[in-house]
């Protein structure tokens, strides 16, 4: 290193930082997308062909997560009910 | 017993072929029988680095398909009469190894060598399954580079999924991190991952660290594995590592940035 590098390598500091930063949500993901038991993705399409038969909603609305916390896993379902107004306006 | 150790890393060009090379070279000089496989099927180099291309008569694929015997393919070391060497073949047949007939060659190795050293093609394809399948222990190769570590991260998680072990259910392979091509001057102006960094992300244990040097191109411009060059901090490394390997306490070397002179630091290097 020489006392011309030193005006020239403030600009570059930091970059690892920012690149460990990228590589720990990108691996978190991938993990993630990994982590799910063989049996999840059949497991959500025959979900939603129950849940499509009795209330009429989109495959876009229905969400199937599964997640790890500690020891225990959680499957999360959330569905968004059509809103029930223009059900009630179609009855009357 | 012996231990089948499969060097991998996912991307290429990080030093899979000259770890592979100076692993199992110090291995062999420690007196244990050592053999170290070239998986990279249609393009071999590890000959080169090895320095026994010219001797190259028969190759892994030949064996597999029974055109040799393993005693016909096996090259011996110019140098070291532990050491052996199974060159890949140039075949452009990618499908040339299976499961089974890779398996059969690995078992009879297994009756006649302490370390079998299996230097993996880059990639994730057929070609690093097969030469990590039937692995007791892995070598990953990273570079503190941001491509390198997520190709090793999903190395592991081919060794903890798709592994003969894995598979089995038996105790997982046991895996070590060489971090390689480090610079601890940049690592120290913030512009390289620090070991620190790559052990969190990766999580898991390292046992050596090769520094940035010129020695290794000069060693496989030779075709003498860098470990054997006892002057260069490249070398060095690779020796702490295998020590390290077979159990023994040594600490890491070459992480600090080496103190300059005076008029070196005024006027550059």
């Known amino acids: 290193m020489s006392i011309f590098d030193y005006f020239r390598r403030k600009t570059a500091k930091g970059s690892a930082a920012v690149a460990k930063e990228r590589l720990h949500i990108v691996m978190a993901h991938e993990h993630r997308a990994k982590r799910g038991p063989d049996y999840l993705p059949a497991l959500k399409r025959e979900l939603m062909e129950v849940i499509t038969k009795y209330v009429q909603v989109s495959r876009d609305d229905i969400k199937v997560n599964l997640e790890r916390h500690g020891d225990c896993e959680i499957l999360e379902l959330n569905i968004a009910l059509p809103e029930e107004k223009e059900e009630t306006a179609a009855a009357n | ?269």
């Not at chain 2, 230097?119 to 941001?146: C, H, R, W």
């Open chain 2, 1 to 269: 017993m012996s231990k089948v150790i499969v060097v991998t890393s996912g991307k290429g060009g990080v030093g899979k072929t000259t770890t592979s090379a100076s692993f199992a070279a110090g291995l062999a000089s420690r007196g244990h029988r050592t053999v170290v496989i070239d998986f990279d099927i249609g393009l071999r180099n590890l000959d080169l680095v090895m320095g026994c291309e010219r001797r190259v008569v028969y190759d892994f694929v030949n064996v597999i398909n029974e055109e040799a015997s393993l005693k016909q393919a096996l090259i011996r070391d110019k140098v070291d009469n532990n050491l052996y060497i199974l060159p890949a073949s140039q075949t452009r047949d990618k499908d040339a190894l299976t499961q089974d007939k890779v398996g059969k060659v690995i078992g009879e190795l297994r009756e006649s060598f302490d370390y079998i050293v299996c230097d993996s093609p880059a990639g994730i394809e057929k070609g690093a399954l097969m030469a990590l399948f039937y692995a007791d222990e892995a070598l990953v190769v990273t570079n503190p580079e941001i491509s390198s570590v997520r190709d090793s991260d999903r190395i592991l998680g081919m060794l903890a999924a798709k592994s003969l072990r894995a598979i089995e259910g038996d105790e997982p392979i046991k895996e070590h991190l060489v971090v390689s091509r480090y610079s601890p001057e940049r690592v120290q102006m913030g512009e390289m991952l620090s070991l620190d960094d790559i052990q969190e992300l990766l999580g898991i244990n390292l046992i050596g660290v090769i520094p940035e040097s010129e020695e290794v191109l000069q060693a496989s411009n030779s075709g003498v594995p860098v470990i054997r060059d006892e002057r260069s901090k490249s070398g060095q490394a690779y020796q702490d590592m295998v020590a390290r390997f077979l159990g023994e306490d040594v600490p890491m070397r070459f992480l600090e940035v080496e103190k300059k002179g005076f008029f070196s630091r005024i006027f550059g290097a």
